[in-house]
């Protein structure tokens, strides 16, 4: 094969690149090819996260409409982490504080950790005939606090994985929903043992992957639950895309549209919004209203009146004949 090539970058390697202008200018990256299809692209100021990742010509990374974003951009107040959210193939959160900005014993912690807009350290890469690998070091440390590490050969340290993994000759990841999280249950084993995509992950990839590049009409996408920052992201992306035809909301993020539309949702439900903060969400309903609003439906949740199942009072109850009339109620339970 030699006789037939030059550089060995020709076929596979990796080469380190860097971003010039915008909110990325000046990024490290590194750019992977294993010459035998799989192609990723590893954000050395971010985390060492991987953004783009491909494998013969498929891309199986998505790209959040703000693009490559450099550290010094990233804001921690509330949730204004979703400014520098680069998304890609893999994103890691923590290392002091995941999911929702709250505050902890006192101290008001950002959304989903700050670990994933530091630069990493001590970041290089090497090659032999069989395998091409980086490794990195990120930190999180503040003086007379916290002193965190992380690389990824340590989540085939822990103990999860030292018990486990001798008795198993192949790491399958199924998980596709929980695939971006960088916890030892998903990244460890891929560190010791051979590993590949299970047949769900692949399903689930291909569906969505069809969903977004060419639906069927009318698409009609359904959104709720607690994680609003990752749901407004999703409505934003479908809606802007062309790719839904109507969003449906309920939960907390209906109320919050709701809210947003001027429409009562109740004492209760308000103060949890505020207090929760995500106040600023409902200003940001208030602009996808503006361009989308004939494409959003939000529903009002509502309880039939069955007194003394919830810890609510009378008046947060309606009349099953009137199930028609829209009420938010300031209570949760299960019917």
């Known amino acids: 094969m030699r006789a037939y090539i030059g550089h060995d970058s020709q076929i596979r390697g990796v080469e380190e690149l860097r971003l010039v202008g915008g909110k990325g200018d000046g990024m490290r990256l590194f750019q992977v090819r294993n010459g035998k299809g799989l192609e990723f692209t590893v954000s050395a100021d971010r985390c060492a996260d991987i953004t783009r990742l491909s494998f013969k010509g498929d891309n199986y990374s998505f ?3 703000c693009g490559y974003v450099a550290p010094a951009y990233y804001d921690d107040q509330g949730v ?10 893999v994103t890691t959160c923590g290392l002091s504080a995941v999911g929702n900005p709250c505050v902890d014993d006192g101290e008001s912690t950002s959304l989903h950790g700050k670990v994933g807009n530091i630069p990493a350290e001590r970041i290089y890469w090497d090659e032999d005939e069989d395998s091409i690998w980086i490794k990195a070091i990120i930190r999180e ?3 007379f606090e916290r002193k965190l590490k992380l690389t990824h050969e340590q989540q085939a340290k822990t103990l999860l994985v030292e018990k486990l993994a001798p008795l ?3 790491y399958i990841g199924d998980a596709f929903a929980a695939a971006h999280r960088d916890q030892p249950t998903l990244c460890g084993f ?11 992950f692949e399903k689930e990839y291909c569906v969505i992957s069809e969903l977004m590049e060419s639906p069927a009409r009318p698409a009609v996408f359904v959104l709720g639950g607690a994680k609003i920052s990752d749901a407004f992201m999703m409505m934003n992306t479908v809606l802007s895309g062309g790719v839904a035809d109507k969003v449906l909301t309920g939960g907390l993020v209906g109320n919050i549209l709701l809210a947003a539309k001027g429409e009562e949702i109740g004492k209760g439900s308000m103060d949890f919004i505020l207090k929760s903060n995500y106040g600023e969400y409902i200003e940001k309903a208030k602009a996808i209203y503006e361009v989308y609003g004939d494409k959003i439906v939000s529903f009002i949740n509502k309880l039939l009146s069955r007194p003394g199942r919830f810890d609510c009072d009378d008046s947060d109850f309606v009349d099953d004949s009137d199930l028609e009339e829209k009420l938010a109620v300031d209570c949760r339970g299960y019917l």
């Open 63 to 65: 790209i959040s409409p």
């Open 168 to 170: 198993a000759d192949l």
């Open 80 to 89: 204004n982490w979703l400014q520098s959210f680069t998304a890609g193939f």
């Open 190 to 200: 891929e560190q010791v043992l051979p590993s590949a995509m299970g047949r769900l």
């Open 141 to 143: 440390a503040r003086i």
